[in-house]
């Protein structure tokens, strides 16, 4: 059974920078294609970023696109989201996802469709704010 733990969030001023990890354990991370969600409070949860099984494609949310990257580290098991340039609308709790059966083995998705996603971690924290 695959587990997801995020971490790295936190206070940060705008304009500033995290680095949000989703550490997995009970499973091998690089047979998953994985997602980064977002929610703030009132609002329903958004897809934020993506990557394909491979790695070889990844997607954005037009809100991130330019300041957001997603990558991950197969040999740790983890993957990142680095946070550049960050807006107070970036406020808001971090998950990261994964699926062994994404909906394309060659592309992903930043649309409403979350369901494709089986595994989640808890999430971290993400305020910005002067």
């Known amino acids: 059974q695959l587990q997801l733990v995020e971490s790295g969030g936190g206070l940060v001023q705008p304009g500033g920078s995290l680095r949000l990890s989703c550490e997995a354990s009970?499973?091998?991370?690089?047979?998953?294609?994985i997602g980064w969600f977002r929610q703030a409070p009132g609002k329903q949860r958004e897809s934020v970023s993506c990557?394909?099984?491979?790695?070889?494609?990844?997607n954005y949310a037009d809100s991130v696109k330019g300041r957001f990257t997603i990558s991950r580290d197969n040999t740790k098991n983890t993957v990142f989201l680095q946070m550049n340039s960050v807006k107070p609308e970036d406020t808001a709790i971090y998950y990261c996802?994964?699926?062994?059966?994404?909906?394309?083995?060659?592309?992903?998705?930043?649309?409403?469709?979350?369901?494709?996603?089986?595994?989640w971690g808890r999430g971290t924290q993400v305020t910005v704010s002067s």
């Open positions: 009970g499973g091998t991370l690089n047979e998953y294609a």
């Open positions: 990557m394909t099984t491979d790695g070889k494609n990844t």
């Open positions: 996802a994964a699926t062994l059966k994404p909906r394309s083995p060659s592309r992903c998705y930043v649309d409403g469709f979350q369901f494709e996603y089986t595994y």
